[in-house]
């Protein structure tokens, strides 16, 4: 199957650091793909050069067989490619519906996009909080707004950095059962997770990242027992 999302050779450096170093990977269509590795392994500088906010310095993404490289992050985002942000921000003022609707003012006028952002929140449980300052919602529900903002564009694909970081497990079931039910209408998903119950039960494949390299790809069962994975988290072996 022709892929949805091609990264080719992506590098970004910051002065001497190369945060994101020559990484390639494919997603399918309909797949969740997971992205994992230690803090500062480039995780969400990867999804800021995939989603036009931050210019690659070489390399290439493309995406629903199109060159996306170096596109603004709207014009992205009209290309049917949504992104969540790990530190959620979020504009004074605004209730959940506004910040919903303002999502959905990228393909809709304003009496259509606030239908739809009423849609949103209904389809993912949030309507009783649409009245709600954002800084009022528990974590769950904040990381829930943050899936509402993405679905709201109207993507065929979502990059989610963290949705489940600092969720208790059982917290964590509410947007786990939304992705997988996201994914069976057609979405693609590619998420940054460090959560591991969640990689393994949600991810078709796993990615993995250190020091902005890729160094395996593979199915949830073949990472837990690769070398180069159990490296970059623990450090090498060292025999006694
Ligand atoms: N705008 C920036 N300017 C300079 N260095 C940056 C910038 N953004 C990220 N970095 C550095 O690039 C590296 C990768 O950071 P990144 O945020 O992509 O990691 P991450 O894998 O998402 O980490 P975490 O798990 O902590 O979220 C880190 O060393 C970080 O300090
Ligand atoms: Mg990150």
Redesign the pocket.
């Given at each position: 199957m022709t892929p949805i999302l091609s990264v080719r050779d992506l590098s970004?450096r910051?002065?001497g650091?190369a945060?994101?170093d020559s990484v390639s990977f494919d997603v399918a269509p309909g797949e969740i793909l997971a992205v994992i590795?230690?803090?500062?392994?480039?995780?969400?500088?990867?999804?800021?050069l995939i989603s036009g906010f931050?210019r690659p310095d070489s390399g290439s993404v493309r995406f629903a067989d199109q060159d996306i490289t170096g596109l603004s992050p709207p014009e992205i985002a009209e290309h049917g490619l949504a992104r969540s942000f790990?530190l959620v921000q979020v504009f004074s003022g605004m209730t959940v519906l506004d910040a919903v609707t303002a999502a959905a003012l990228l393909r809709l006028k304003l009496n259509a996009a606030i239908a739809r952002a009423g849609e949103v929140l209904e389809q993912i449980g949030l309507s009783s909080r649409a009245d709600a300052l954002p800084n009022a919602l528990s974590m769950q529900d904040r990381k829930l707004l943050e899936i509402a903002k993405c679905i709201a564009t109207g993507p065929k694909l979502i990059l989610l950095?963290?949705v489940m970081s600092g969720l208790t497990l059982a917290e964590a079931q509410v947007p786990l059962a939304l992705i997988r039910r996201l994914r069976d209408s057609g979405l693609t998903f590619v998420m940054?997770e460090?959560v591991m119950p969640v990689v393994m039960s949600l991810a078709d494949r796993v990615l993995v990242?250190n020091f902005?390299q890729k160094v395996a790809e593979d199915t949830p069962q073949g990472i837990v027992t690769n070398q180069a994975v159990r490296d970059a988290y623990f450090g090498e072996a060292v025999d006694a």
């Open positions: 970004k910051f002065g650091l945060a994101v590795g230690p803090n500062g392994a480039g995780k969400t500088t990867l999804f800021s931050i790990q950095d963290e940054v460090h990242l902005g």
